[in-house]
């Protein structure tokens, strides 16, 4: 679809649809993270062509209520956060999509899609720390190995668990069926493999947070009010894939676009413990052929931690 824009078309939209940066002001306050970077990322601003409209939305502490703060061409968006105004008060979210209108996130609007979100929500008290660092370290190693999925492009820790990115070509609307089907496959197969992490008990998939492909996601750099922390995010790599290579590698019912469950995964302990401990061999592997860990030693030690823990040893032996 949106190929068969033309120049005018394009340069009309845009017209109807500028960008109006914030405005600066008395105690400005700036997400707390390089917002322009990962929006930048997402929506591969350095292929501006045929771009939609991103929604800043903002949900004051304490209530419901989702407030819209602008609609900001996807191109632009980056610029545009670094730039936004933001409160201890507030929780504020972007749209996971691009739309063809501005000031929505329904999916009837839908324009483009730019990657596929996966959120693994933490129940109970907030996470500390060292069980974030565990759980991510653990999801970045397990997913390839024990999952057969790709590493994920981004990790975001919102506060209250993870959000999952993996960065897609930009796909018009049409393809959100694709999209549905292998946001889904994601979504279930990173559940049974929670199911099998002993250290995981307490994490589960939203299901609802994949299946909303035009749904919002919260902004990095910006704080949590149920948490009480700054929601943060690290880059592991920006290297695109197709939606549509994804789409053929998940099994699905024939024209509903949906994941068949019993097609996904089921991982035992005793498979995860298999995987901790080819973890375990080769992190000693590798600390008898480096001889230099000068800067590194905190962090080596804890992802050997790590594995020893995903090899099924107690927290005391590991």
Known sequence: MNTLWTKEEKDAFR???????????????????????????????????YKGLVTVVRRHKGTTTMQTVASVPAEHLGEWLAQMHVTTDADYYITKAQFSEAQTWDSNKLFALNAIW?????????????????????????????????????IIC???????????????????????????????????????????????????????????????????????TYCTYEILHSRRTLLT??????????GKGRVSSKCCCHFTSSAVQTAGTRRVNALLTLL????????????????????????????EDA
């Open 158 to 228: 919102s506060g209250r668990g993870f959000h999952l990115v993996w960065l897609i070509e930009q796909c018009a609307a049409e393809l959100a069926f694709m999209h549905r089907a292998v946001s889904h496959y994601y979504g279930e197969t990173i559940q049974n493999l929670l199911a099998g992490l002993k250290f995981a008990k307490y994490y589960s998939v939203d299901t609802g947070y994949c299946a909303n492909i035009a749904g919002l996601t919260r902004i990095p750099g910006t704080f949590n009010t149920h948490s009480n």
């Open 245 to 254: 290579e994804q789409y053929d590698t998940v099994e699905y019912r024939s």
């Open 118 to 154: 996966v959120d693994i929500d933490a129940h109970g008290e907030t996470s500390s720390f060292s069980e974030t660092e565990r759980m991510r370290s653990l999801l970045i190693h397990a997913l390839p190995e024990l999952a057969s999925l790709p590493i994920p492009n981004v």
């Open 15 to 49: 017209a109807r649809h500028p960008t109006k940066y914030p405005i600066e002001q008395e105690k400005h306050n700036s997400p707390n993270a390089d917002v322009k970077t990962f929006a930048n990322l997402i929506y591969a601003a350095d292929y501006p062509e």
């Open 288 to 315: 008898q052929l480096r001889s230099k860990w000068e800067g590194y030693r905190d962090s080596f030690l804890f992802a050997l931690f790590s594995a020893y823990q995903m090899a099924g040893y107690s927290d």
